[in-house]
């Protein structure tokens, strides 16, 4: 919910929606986690050529871990720069086209394997991502 009211001028200008499950409860820095939240749900938004974007964020809890999914209905990425995107400063579109520095995700995944987790994407171009990560549960 507070991430929904530092994003919600992003969400009501672009028209989108923005659901999420009953998220589970991990203990890590919630600043950390409230930065990694935002960066993909206003990518999901801004990455998106949908008259009204979608992104959905649910939970799924594991033996050892939970794994967080922020999925969107957005342009989608290909195979082949799936593993690139987590580099500092990579961008696959001009700025022109889509605005910001490149490294949104390269700071989400460094929060995230210090946390001990992982993060990954699954993704088809123009059928939307689905960004995933775990957090050791402690």
């Not at 990694?36 to 998106?48: A, C, S």
């Not at 050529?49 to 871990?65: D, G, Y």
């Not at 910001?100 to 210090?114: A, F, P, Q, W, Y």
Request: hydrophobic residues 35%.
């Amino acid at each position: 919910d507070e991430i929904l009211k530092i994003v919600r001028l992003d969400i009501e200008e672009k028209n989108a929606l923005v659901v999420y499950d009953d998220l589970s409860f991990v203990e890590t820095d919630p600043n950390h986690m409230k930065l990694v939240m935002q960066n993909l749900i206003l990518n999901g938004i801004k990455y998106n050529r949908s008259a009204h974007p979608e992104v959905k964020i649910t939970a799924e809890s594991r033996e050892k871990e939970i794994v967080f999914c922020v999925a969107d209905n957005g342009i989608g990425i290909d195979r082949k720069y799936q593993d690139r995107i987590f580099e500092p400063f990579h961008r696959l579109h001009t700025k022109n086209e889509y605005p910001g520095t490149g490294l949104g995700l390269s700071i989400c995944k460094r929060i995230v394997d210090r946390q001990g987790g992982k993060m990954w994407v699954e993704s088809e171009p123009q059928k939307g991502a689905k960004f995933f990560f775990s957090l050791p549960l402690n």
